[in-house]
């Protein structure tokens, strides 16, 4: 099994820029997660997603949007990228229910917006 | 490679008692943070507390502090005055300043009794 899949690992956009990071888990999750970790700092949850059609806002939504039009797929999405979006962005996945591991953790997308 | 390591599977505590969860790590770098966080059944990690490898002074943060040993490689977490909503998977985590990824310990299962 691959896991959690993310791509593009790294990016630079310009302010005012939009685009996709994309995250695919293998292991039929229904749980998918977006975090994003900025230098020294814990994870901060952006918007999560219980399932198939289904979305809810984390922490620091703002500037974000995701669909989950898939078991696999959680795409994010950023609008009018700014600076302060500069950060590096995991996805993660879990069972639903499952409490004896920790998420499943893509590799992570480094952003830098400029 | 970085490896962090929770040797506490599982334990339970009386409400209102002090619990204190092991985590030990190991790095060969100097910079680092690290952190606990705590995952309740089916929802997200939540960051209770970080620490930075180049601070002496322990982490505290209401009812939560740690105890960091950098050159025995150890960052226990003390929970005091434990509440029934303190009951979940806590995962210890280590993030080098220079790497994107993040290395979870395996998680305890806290449970703390009426």
């Known amino acids: 099994n691959a896991g959690v899949t993310q791509t593009p690992k790294f990016r630079i956009l310009k302010i005012g820029q939009s685009m996709t990071l994309q995250c695919t888990q293998d292991m039929n999750h229904n749980y998918m997660y977006w975090y994003r970790q900025d230098p020294g700092m814990g994870l901060k949850l952006i918007y999560y997603?219980?399932?198939?059609?289904?979305?809810d806002k984390g922490e620091v939504p703002n500037g974000y949007n995701v669909s989950r039009s898939t078991t696999e797929d959680f795409p994010l999405r950023l609008e009018l990228a700014a600076p302060s979006q500069t950060s590096v962005y995991f996805c993660?996945?879990?069972?639903?229910?499952?409490?004896?591991?920790?998420?499943?953790f893509g590799d992570g997308t480094r952003l830098s917006i400029l | 490679a970085q490896t962090v390591t929770q040797s506490q599977p599982e334990m339970s505590v009386q409400e209102a008692e002090t619990v204190t969860l092991s985590c030990t790590y190991d790095t060969s770098e100097n910079n680092y943070y690290l952190f606990w966080y705590k995952q309740p059944p089916s929802r997200q990690m939540i960051l209770v507390i970080r620490q930075e490898a180049y601070k002496q002074q322990n982490a505290t943060e209401n009812r939560f502090s740690v105890n960091f040993q950098k050159a025995a490689k150890s960052f226990s977490l003390k929970i005091s005055d434990s509440q029934l909503g303190d009951t979940a998977m806590y995962f210890c985590?280590?993030?080098?300043?220079?790497?994107?990824?993040?290395?979870f310990g395996k998680g305890t299962r806290l449970h703390i009794l009426p």
């Open positions: 985590a280590l993030t080098l300043n220079r790497d994107d990824k993040i290395i």
């Open positions: 993660a996945s879990s069972f639903y229910g499952t409490e004896n591991q920790p998420q499943h």
């Open positions: 997603s219980v399932g198939a059609g289904i979305t």
